[in-house]
């Protein structure tokens, strides 16, 4: 079992900037991969980035590159998303995940994760 939780959401105008956090608990951090999608309602799960075990391969959704980045900190057993230049349509819940399949952070697709965040809202503002 892991417990994954989420923090830093909140509102933010257009342009500016957050840090999502997840907190994993339960195995080892550095046996599995970590992701973070989003989601509106009425939508599917999106992709939005996963980073390996070492933090070493990166992966982002095309929409996202350039703006957002993932980082992972071992000794603290928490992944981040740092997102600048934030865009109105970058308003959803936003879910950090652990994909336990495979150590290299490949998957996009969210049936590969295993566990999941209970979500935070993230809002922009025009």
């Known amino acids: 079992q892991v417990q994954l939780v989420e923090s830093g959401g909140g509102l933010v105008q257009a342009g500016g900037s957050l840090r999502l956090s997840c907190a994993a608990s339960g195995r080892t951090f550095t046996d599995y991969t970590m992701g973070w999608f989003r989601q509106a309602p009425g939508k599917e799960r999106e992709f939005v980035a996963t980073?390996?075990?070492?933090?070493?391969?990166?992966y982002y959704a095309d929409s996202m590159k350039g703006r957002f980045t993932i980082s992972r900190d071992n000794a603290k057993n928490t992944v981040y998303l740092q997102m600048n230049d934030l865009k109105p349509e970058d308003t959803d819940v936003y879910y950090c995940a652990a994909d336990f399949s495979t150590r290299e952070g490949v998957h996009q697709d969210s049936y590969e994760y295993d566990y999941w965040g209970q979500g935070t809202q993230v809002t922009v503002s025009s």
């Open positions: 980073v390996s075990w070492s933090g070493g391969n990166r």
